[in-house]
């Protein structure tokens, strides 16, 4: 019996290994961004830099007074959501070694971003 719960365990590791492996796997656009929005509408402002974080393809802010959330996939197709306060605005896009661009919309606004890896 004492051959079988060693099989049993090496078992059960190996399979579990890698398992936690494949869950902290990293994404290639991994890190701090810098991203400028604009807009084309001056009654929406002149645009703005907002810093995000990228981890394990999950974005996330990087700025108490902006919240982020999205994803980026593999082949750097991204989509995100920003919001401060009531605005919300939605951005799709594609990121690509260091650098990214994209569009974006709210309610009454759109327009256009470009992200820098920092």
Do not use: Y
């Amino acid at each position: 019996m004492n051959g079988l719960r060693k099989a049993l365990f090496a078992t059960i590791v190996a399979v579990a290994f890698p398992l936690s492996q494949a869950g902290a796997a990293t994404s290639s656009f991994d890190g701090t961004w810098n991203v400028h929005i604009a807009s084309s509408s001056e009654t929406c402002g002149n645009g703005a830099t907002v810093a995000i974080g990228i981890s394990n393809g999950q974005i996330a802010s990087s700025n108490a007074a902006v919240a982020a959330s999205g994803r980026v996939a593999d082949a750097g197709n991204i989509n995100v959501t920003l919001g401060t306060g009531i605005k919300h605005a939605v951005g799709f896009g594609r990121l690509s070694g260091t650098s990214g661009s994209g569009t974006w919309h709210g309610t009454m606004c759109s327009g256009t971003w470009t992200a820098q890896r920092v």
